[in-house]
């Protein structure tokens, strides 16, 4: 089945340690988001990339990093720099080009920090 | 400015009564896509309807409905016949057919009464 693929669903790390999350999609898109949720609040904007070897800062892009190697995939590297990582992690793909075609999430990555 | 407000942070609704989520937009971009996604409590963004700015007709898919207003930029959604499994929370977005980010609004919490 065609979709969005987020490992590990549950992470824990310890301060200073750098950890990336996985995210792979088979749906042939071009475009592909990270974004950060924290507990009753809305979806911010990490990273995104419109094309392979291609990404943009969104909102909240100090502290992460991203690479676009590869079309399927998106990893997202929550650096030590990243003051408050504990958060709900979600990834997205979409078609690009067009205002149709929504985004398709993975299922979540909630990382915790101890 | 806000591309998307929701201004309704938590709503109750009876089960089997209908309920309306309020969404404004604001793009001066002429093609654009509007979307609304549901969160449950496990975390997975459910999509589950789209208007498209140039559509003459309100989209529908099942019992949700979007009640659009172009000239208010208003992007409701009207769940009918709440169920209890409609108890989440729920996300307006907005993608613009220039660049391909999605915004979101801050999301209302439904919560559907017994």
């Known amino acids: 089945d065609g979709g969005i693929t987020q490992s590990p669903k549950y992470l824990f790390r310890k301060e200073g340690q750098n950890v990336t999350l996985s995210c792979e999609q088979n749906l042939n898109h071009d475009a592909m988001y990270w974004y950060r949720q924290d507990p009753g609040q809305g979806l911010r904007l990490i990273y995104y990339s419109q094309i392979v070897n291609d990404f943009q800062k969104g909102d909240i892009a100090e502290g992460y990093s991203v690479s676009r190697e590869k079309k399927e995939s998106f990893p997202l590297t929550v650096t030590s720099a990243q003051k408050n990582p504990t958060a709900f992690y979600l990834c997205?793909?979409?078609?690009?080009?067009?205002?149709?075609?929504?985004?398709?999430f993975g299922e979540g990555s909630r990382l915790t920090v101890l | 400015a806000q591309k998307i407000t929701q201004t309704q942070p938590g709503m109750f609704v009876q089960e089997k009564e209908a309920v309306t989520l309020d969404c404004t937009y604001d793009t001066s971009d002429p093609s654009y896509g509007l979307f609304w996604y549901k969160q449950p409590s496990s975390g997975e963004m459910i999509f589950l309807i789209y208007?498209?700015?140039?559509?003459?007709q309100n989209a529908t898919e099942g019992r949700y409905s979007l009640n659009f207003q172009k000239a208010r930029k208003s992007a409701n959604l009207v769940i009918s016949a709440s169920q209890l499994g409609d108890s989440a929370m729920y996300f307006c977005a907005m993608r613009e057919v220039t660049g391909n980010q999605f915004y979101f609004g801050t999301g209302t919490s439904l919560t559907v009464i017994p």
């Open positions: 997205a793909s979409s078609s690009s080009g067009t205002a149709t075609g929504e985004l398709f």
């Open positions: 208007q498209g700015s140039y559509d003459q």
